[in-house]
C-alpha cells in the first residue's frame, strides 16, 4: 500500500536566506543623541546614549524613543541602557507592575543595534516595518507576571489563553520583550531575552528570519507567532520558557512554550532550535477562525480544507523535557516533523489532534509518557488524524511508541472547519521504526468498532524488548505492508552561526525545572522561593555561586552559613511552626556577591485534631456525603477510625489515601482505601485583632466554618483548586475552625493556611 500522505512540503529557503544585514554606517561616524526624557522622537541614523543609572518610563504608552522614518540605523552604545523602572533597587513592586513601551518603530528600513531595553510592558514595539533588522540587544527584565502555583499545588489562574490576538491581546495581557506586527522580510539575530515573560512575538511577519537568537528562562513563550508565514526560524535557543511545572508533583505547562505558533501560520520553517523544558516545546493550533468556532470578518465563508497552520517543517530542533509535550500541532495538515530530538517530555513526544497529511519521519522518542494524563502518553498521539505517515523513527523505553484513535467528540466535529478536514483514523502508515523498550509498540481505539479506524498499515517495524507490539481495540484490523513517502528534497541547510541544540546538555531532565514566584531558575542567578509543608515554612535558596552564603535571623540576632548548593539542591532555611503560637519572622539571605533577599511573615502554628473513615463504595449509599452529611458525619463516630494530631492541615494524599499520611501523632488507628474516605479536623485558635486570609487547596469536597460561620464551601468532586476567605477577627476571642473533607477517586489534597492580611 502506498500512503496518500504525497503532499510533502519542499522547503525552499531562497527568499528568507536571501535577506542580509543591511549596509549601514558604523557607530562611530553616527552623530550621538543623548535620551534624557520621555517622547523622544528619532528621525535619522544616531548613536543613542543614556547616562547610567537613568530611568525613563513611559506613562502616556506610546514609547519612550519613537524612530519614525524610513533607512534608520539606530545604535546603542556600549553600556547604554533604556530603563523603565530599575528592576533591582529596593521598593521595586514587581515586574507585574512594568507598563508602557520602551521604544516603538515605525517605517521601512530601520536597523536597531545593540540595544538594551528593560523594566517595560513591551520593551521594542516594531509596526509595519518592512525589512526591520534587530542586530544583537539584549531585552531582559520586562513585564512578567507573579505566578500563584507553587511547589506544593498548582494555581489554575496560571493558564494562558493564547487564543485570541488580533487586537494585540498577547502583549496587553502578557507584554513582551520585542514585538514586531504586520511586517515582512525582517531579520531578528543574536538577541538575548531572559528574567520576563515572553521573548519575541510575531504578528502578521511573513517572509522573515529570525535566528541566533537565546530568549530563554521565561514563564510564557521564547518565540510567538500569530498568523505569520513564510519564515525561517533556525538555530535559535528557547529552553525553559515555563511555568505549572513542581516535579513529581504536577505537570500542566499551562499553556507556555518554547514556541508558540497560532491561527494559520503557513509554510514556515524551524530548523536547529533548542526549545527544551517548555511547558511543550513548540505548542501550534490551527486556530479558532480555521475551524470554525469564530466566524470570519464581514460574513466570508472561507474554504476551510486550506485552513490551519500548514505546511510546515520543524527539522533538527531538540523537543525535549516538557512537562507536557514535546511538539503539540492541531487542526492542521501538510507538515513534516523530521529529524528530531523528543526526549523525555511528561505527556507524550506529539500530540495531533486532528491533523491530516503530517510526516513524522526520522525523530528521536525516548522516555516520554512518564507523566501522561490517563491514556494520553508515551512517543505519539494523534486523535482523528488521518494520511499520517510514521516512519524511521526510533522510539525508545516509551510509555507506549504510537497512540491513535478515534472518539465521538460530537460537538467539535460540528464546527465547520472540523468537519471539512475530518475523515476519520484513517491512511496511516507506521513503518520502518525502532522500537526499543517500549511497553506498547502501537495503540489504536476505536468505540464504533473499527467503523472510524481503517487502513491502517504496520509494517516493517522492528521491536526489541516491546511488552506489548499492539493493543488494539475490537474491530480494527491492520494492513502489514505499505511504504513511506519521500523526504529527500526537505532542505537542510539554514541561517545562523549558532549551535543551541545541546548547548545546555549538563541541565537536561526535567528535574531541572525550578519554578519561582516570577519564573524558572536560570541556573544562575540567585532564587528564592517560599515552600509550605507539615513541618511548616521553609525557603529554599538556589544561585550559582560556590562562595559563602549567610543568613541573619533580625529577631533574635542568630546567623548562619552555606557553602552554597551541593549536588545541585537548594539551600534551605526553616522557619518551623510552634504548635499552638502565632510567630513573627524576618530573615535575611546574602552571599559575598552582593546579594541581599529579605523574608519576612507571620507563621500560625495550629494543633489539628484529625478523624479520617471510610464512606460507602456506591454512590447514593447511606454516608454519601453529597447525599446524607448526617450519616456521613456519623461514619467518623465509628470503630474503623483514624485519629491524629497534626501541626498543621497539608495533606497531600496524591494517590495514597490516609494511611500513607506521617502523622505527628496517632492516637487510634484505622484502615481505608486511597478513595473515597473522609476527613473530619478542628483546631482551636487565639488570632490577633484584624483580618486574616484563609487558603485551602482541595480535591475534592470542602467545608470551613470559624465558631459555626461558613469561610469556604466547595462541596463536591473537582480537581485540585484554591479557595480562599476573610475573616475579621475583632475581639481577640479564641475562634474554633472546623473543616469537613471528602475524596472521591483519583488525586486527592487537602490544605489550610491562615495568614494575616496586609
Not at 223 to 238: P, Q, T
Not at 730 to 746: H, K, L, Q, S, W
Request: negative net charge; hydrophobic residues 40%; glycine residues 12%.
Amino acid at each position: 500500500m502506498q500512503c496518500r500522505t504525497t503532499r510533502l512540503l519542499i522547503c525552499s529557503l531562497a527568499a528568507a536566506c536571501a535577506i542580509t544585514a543591511q549596509a549601514a554606517p558604523s557607530g562611530a561616524d553616527l552623530p550621538i543623541l543623548e535620551v534624557t526624557r520621555d517622547n523622544m522622537v528619532i528621525t535619522s541614523s544616531c548613536r543613542v546614549v543614556i547616562a547610567p543609572g537613568t530611568v525613563i518610563p513611559d506613562p502616556d504608552n506610546n514609547g519612550v524613543v519613537q524612530v519614525k522614518g524610513n533607512d534608520i540605523t539606530i545604535e546603542f552604545a556600549p553600556g547604554t541602557a533604556l530603563l523603565g523602572a530599575s528592576v533591582t533597587t529596593p521598593g521595586f513592586d514587581g515586574w507585574d507592575t512594568l507598563s508602557g513601551h520602551g521604544l516603538i518603530a515605525r517605517g521601512e528600513r530601520i536597523k536597531i543595534v545593540n540595544a538594551r531595553i528593560g523594566g517595560y510592558k513591551v520593551g521594542l514595539l516594531a509596526s509595519n516595518c518592512d525589512r526591520l533588522e534587530i542586530a544583537g540587544g539584549d531585552f531582559s527584565d520586562n513585564f512578567r507576571q507573579r505566578l500563584k502555583s507553587t511547589p506544593a499545588a498548582e494555581d489554575a489562574s496560571d493558564w494562558l489563553w493564547p487564543h485570541k490576538n488580533d487586537n494585540r491581546e498577547w502583549a496587553t495581557n502578557y507584554g513582551a520583550a520585542v514585538l514586531v506586527e504586520r511586517s515582512g522580510d525582517i531579520v531578528i539575530h543574536d538577541v538575548v531575552v531572559s528574567c520576563g515573560q515572553n521573548g519575541i512575538m510575531l504578528d502578521r511577519v511573513d517572509g522573515s528570519a529570525i535566528y541566533d537568537n537565546d530568549c530563554s528562562f521565561l514563564s510564557g513563550w521564547g518565540l510567538a507567532m500569530w498568523r505569520s508565514s513564510g519564515n525561517i526560524i533556525s538555530r535559535n535557543a528557547f529552553d525553559f520558557c515555563v511555568r505549572g511545572y513542581s516535579h513529581g508533583i504536577y505537570n500542566r505547562g499551562q499553556d507556555s512554550a518554547g514556541i508558540l505558533f497560532f491561527e494559520q501560520c503557513h509554510s514556515n520553517v524551524f530548523a536547529e532550535n533548542s526549545c527544551t523544558h517548555g511547558g511543550d516545546g513548540f505548542f501550534g493550533f490551527g486556530g479558532k477562525e480555521a475551524i470554525g468556532e469564530t466566524p470570519f470578518p464581514d460574513g466570508e465563508t472561507p474554504d476551510y480544507t486550506t485552513l490551519g497552520c500548514n505546511s510546515n517543517v520543524l527539522v533538527g530542533n531538540d523537543f525535549s523535557y516538557a512537562p507536557a509535550h514535546g511538539i503539540e500541532l492541531t487542526f492542521s495538515r501538510d507538515n513534516v516533523f523530521l529529524s528530531n530530538r523528543i526526549v523525555g517530555n511528561a505527556i507524550c513526544g506529539v500530540w495531533g489532534g486532528y491533523s491530516n497529511s503530517t510526516v513524522i519521519a526520522d525523530n528521536e522518542f525516548t522516555e516520554n509518557g512518564s507523566q501522561g494524563y490517563g491514556l494520553e502518553r508515551g512517543g505519539i498521539n494523534i486523535e482523528h488524524g488521518s494520511e499520517i505517515a510514521i516512519f524511521d523513527n526510533r522510539f525508545t523505553r516509551n510509555a507506549c511508541g504510537v497512540h491513535l484513535w478515534w472518539d465521538d467528540d460530537a460537538a467539535l466535529l460540528k464546527l465547520p472547519g472540523v468537519k471539512a478536514n475530518h475523515k476519520g483514523v484513517t491512511d496511516n502508515i507506521i513503518i520502518r521504526n525502532t522500537f526499543d523498550g517500549d511497553a506498547i509498540a502501537l495503540q489504536l481505539r476505536d468505540p464504533t468498532g473499527g467503523k472510524q479506524v481503517k487502513n491502517i498499515v504496520f509494517a516493517d517495524n522492528t521491536l526489541v524488548n516491546v511488552k506489548e507490539e499492539t493493543k488494539l481495540d475490537k474491530g480494527i484490523e491492520l494492513v502489514r505492508a505499505g511504504s513511506p513517502p519521500d523526504t529527500s528534497r526537505v532542505m537542510t541547510e539554514f541561517v545562523g552561526k549558532k549551535n543551541p541544540v545541546a548547548a545546555r546538555a549538563a541541565l537536561r531532565g526535567r528535574d531541572k525545572i525550578m519554578m519561582g514566584e516570577w519564573g524558572p531558575w536560570d541556573h544562575q542567578s540567585p532564587m528564592v522561593r517560599q515552600v509550605r509543608d507539615a513541618s511548616g515554612i521553609r525557603y529554599e535558596i538556589f544561585g550559582a555561586h560556590q562562595g559563602t552564603w549567610k543568613w541573619s535571623d533580625l529577631a533574635n540576632g542568630k546567623s548562619g552559613i552555606w557553602p552554597g548548593m551541593v549536588d545541585g539542591k537548594p539551600m534551605v532555611l526553616n522557619v518551623p511552626m510552634v504548635p499552638g503560637g502565632i510567630s513573627r519572622y524576618s530573615f535575611v539571605i546574602d552571599n559575598a556577591e552582593g546579594f541581599s533577599h529579605r523574608v519576612s511573615g507571620m507563621v500560625v502554628g495550629a494543633t489539628w485534631n484529625i478523624r479520617a473513615f471510610p464512606w460507602p463504595n456506591k454512590d447514593g449509599d447511606k454516608g454519601d456525603p453529597r447525599e446524607d452529611i448526617a450519616a456521613w458525619r456519623d461514619l467518623a463516630k465509628g470503630t474503623n477510625v483514624l485519629i491524629a494530631e497534626q501541626n498543621s492541615l497539608d495533606l497531600k494524599f496524591a494517590h495514597r489515601g490516609p494511611n500513607a499520611i506521617k502523622w505527628d501523632k496517632v492516637i487510634q488507628d484505622g484502615k481505608m482505601a486511597a478513595e473515597r474516605f473522609g476527613l473530619i479536623a478542628s483546631t482551636t485558635l487565639t488570632l490577633p485583632i484584624g483580618k486574616w486570609k484563609i487558603k485551602t487547596l482541595s480535591d475534592d469536597g470542602i467545608r470551613v466554618v470559624a465558631n459555626g460561620k461558613p469561610l469556604i464551601e466547595r462541596w463536591n468532586w473537582h480537581g485540585p483548586t484554591p479557595d480562599e476567605a476573610i475573616l475579621d477577627v475583632t475581639d481577640g476571642a479564641p475562634i474554633t475552625f472546623e473543616v469537613e473533607y471528602f475524596e472521591i477517586d483519583g488525586y486527592a489534597v487537602l490544605s489550610l493556611e491562615i495568614e494575616p492580611v496586609p
